[in-house]
């Protein structure tokens, strides 16, 4: 089945430093998923960051890039500088274009980020 | 437009217990899921409607839960009898449907813990 992987599970960064959050993707069907970042602030639900449809196209929002790289399978979330509101949860997903977007989307396991000053 | 909302925010049940989770999903879209979301297991599926109609069911977690979809605005997940394993977040889900990238949008949960 499709799977999502996010290697670290928590990482902490000083204000004003960059941050990069790996994500690795598996996806079961012969055409290229669509892939997601979610964000979970603290006290609120689960929400879209930024989404990118097509191989080789980057995604962008609050000063988040990813870069969907198929060679690599990868769609790595970096910011160049992080402030103290960007402490959350972040989630990579894919939604399996295949598979009729069926079961929804599959979620890596998270990466707690706590930005402190 | 509402978002997704899911009622209750919290609950606290006694091992045993039948608890009923409620969700209204996005007006108009046709599609609704239930997740699961532990910190070990991540978010799991648990089932997945598409107007109305029961598309996947969970697998596991067919003999103690059970999801419907009373209309198109309105699903409840039943966990009958509850165990303290089932202490998580349950997380509701819509999107508009066939068609679109697949973006969900989610309700801000409802927190299960048992005792």
């Known amino acids: 089945g499709d799977s999502v992987t996010q290697t670290e599970g928590q990482v902490t960064v000083s204000e004003s430093k960059s941050l990069i959050i790996n994500c690795t993707y598996s996806?079961?069907?012969?055409?290229?998923?669509?892939l997601f970042w979610y964000v979970r602030y603290p006290g609120e639900g689960l929400q879209l960051l930024l989404k990118?449809?097509?191989?080789?196209q980057k995604g962008s929002s609050r000063g988040f890039e990813a870069t969907y790289n198929k060679e690599t399978t990868s769609f790595h979330l970096q910011k160049a500088s992080v402030q103290e509101s960007d402490s959350a949860v972040y989630y990579c997903a894919l939604s399996d274009r295949g598979n009729n977007y069926a079961q929804g989307l599959t979620f890596g396991l998270g990466t707690r980020v706590s930005v402190f000053p | 437009d509402a978002g997704v909302t899911q009622t209750p925010r919290h609950e606290v049940a006694e091992k045993g217990q039948t608890i009923i989770l409620k969700c209204e999903p996005v007006?108009?879209?046709?599609?609704l899921f239930w997740y699961r979301q532990t910190k070990i297991q991540g978010l799991e599926l648990l089932s997945y409607?598409?107007?109305?109609?029961?598309?996947?069911d969970g697998g596991a977690f067919k003999d103690r839960f059970k999801a419907e979809m009373l209309n198109s605005s309105f699903s409840t997940l039943k966990i009958q009898p509850t165990e303290p394993k089932d202490s998580a977040v349950y997380l509701c889900a819509s999107r508009q449907g066939q068609g679109d990238t697949g973006q969900l949008y989610f309700g801000e949960g409802s927190k299960l813990t048992v005792l």
């Open positions: 007006s108009g879209h046709n599609d």
């Open positions: 409607f598409r107007s109305k109609s029961l598309m996947e």
């Open positions: 996806a079961t069907s012969i055409a290229y998923p669509n």
């Open positions: 990118v449809i097509t191989a080789g």
